[in-house]
């Protein structure tokens, strides 16, 4: 068992708790021992994409964590919390609700290259400890700046470019999810008391605070609500299984039928094939001359059989990821 389980994360689960869920079904299953990881935190409160790692694939899982995620949440305005979604204490409030014209014009403002800060209910380090153990500790936890990356954000299931009245009435008769309408309004347009958006978003981006500053763009507050990953590298929910899924396959002794294989985790790397000598080299930690290879990341392979994670400099080899299989 060499590859991938992507499962759906139901609320209330962490990702720890998701990896000891595979380890049991393969238990259950009669699978033996393997190791097991996953490819990258997603909080309890968060649903979604949670690649796992079996085997040999653990040797990739540290690819996922430097992988674009995709994003739908929603953003409740008009109280942040401390934790920046619906388990924190409530510390600021405003009266003011946006029109969804208004959320369309500050969005190309959050698209790009942006700075932003981490809450301070995160996994991050501050000074060797956790920066969520020193607010919960009640500590004043600051942390750095940093620069993230959104490559797109838009309201799910209703383009920006139909944000006028018009268009938010026919999405209010048709029961338009992503959008939840406020009591009044301004100028002719209603007010909204939340809306769901989707984000695609470079490693390191927080969703929350993302939210965060979207609201104070708006001359308001709001905090999530809800949030669900939809995509991780090269994983998305229609390849994700629930666990009662993989509890059913387990009892069933059909997990092979869910895991994914090893090169699924790399589809953006290119193959390159090997003879049995030239394969051989590698697994001995040789380093290849003469490859006739464009330079950078490949995934070296004898017939079906992945040998290494390699780099291509030059006409020459090195393995970065050696697979023992």
């Not at 996922?64 to 995709?70: G, I, M, T, W, Y």
């Not at 014209?101 to 500050?106: I, L, N, S, T």
């Not at 100028?187 to 965060?212: Q, W």
């Not at 000598?277 to 330079?295: K, Y």
Request: cysteine-free; proline content about 5%.
């Amino acid at each position: 068992m060499h590859g991938w389980i992507i499962l759906d994360k139901p609320l209330g689960l962490g990702s720890t708790q998701g990896v000891s869920a595979v380890k049991r079904a393969l238990r259950q299953g009669g699978y033996g021992k393997a190791k097991v990881g996953h490819g990258g935190t997603l909080d309890p409160l968060a649903t979604g994409v949670l690649p796992i790692a079996v085997g040999e694939a653990t040797k990739l899982a540290g690819r996922l964590l430097d992988s674009d995620k995709a994003y739908d949440f929603t953003i409740r305005f008009g109280a942040q919390t401390d934790t920046l979604d619906a388990e924190g204490i409530v510390i600021a409030t405003s009266a003011v609700r946006p029109t969804g014209a208004e959320v369309a014009a500050v969005l190309p403002r959050f698209t790009g290259p942006i700075a932003q800060v981490p809450p301070a209910y995160s996994a991050l380090k501050v000074g060797g400890e956790r920066a969520y153990d020193l607010a919960r500790a009640g500590e004043d936890v600051v942390l750095a700046t940093r620069n993230v990356t959104v490559h797109s954000l838009s309201a799910a299931r209703h383009p920006r470019e139909s944000w006028d009245l018009r268009g938010e009435r026919e999405s209010l008769q048709q029961g338009d999810p992503s959008l939840r309408w406020g009591d009044g309004s301004r100028d002719g347009a209603e007010l909204l008391d939340e809306i769901t958006l989707t984000a695609h978003v470079s490693k390191g981006t927080y969703i929350r605070s993302l939210a965060r500053d979207i609201a104070l763009a708006l001359g308001t507050v709001g905090h999530v609500t809800m949030l669900r990953r939809t995509k991780a590298g090269p994983f998305d929910l229609s390849r994700a299984i629930s666990l009662d899924n993989l509890d059913r396959a387990a009892k069933a002794r059909e997990l092979e039928h869910l895991l994914l294989p090893l090169r699924a985790g790399l589809d953006d790397i290119p193959a390159l094939s090997l003879s049995p000598d030239q394969a051989g080299a590698l697994r001995q930690g040789r380093v290849l001359a003469g490859i006739a290879a464009a330079d950078g990341l490949s995934f070296a392979m004898l017939d079906d059989t992945p040998v290494a994670l390699i780099e291509v400099r030059d006409g020459h080899v090195t393995v970065v990821r050696g697979f023992n299989l």
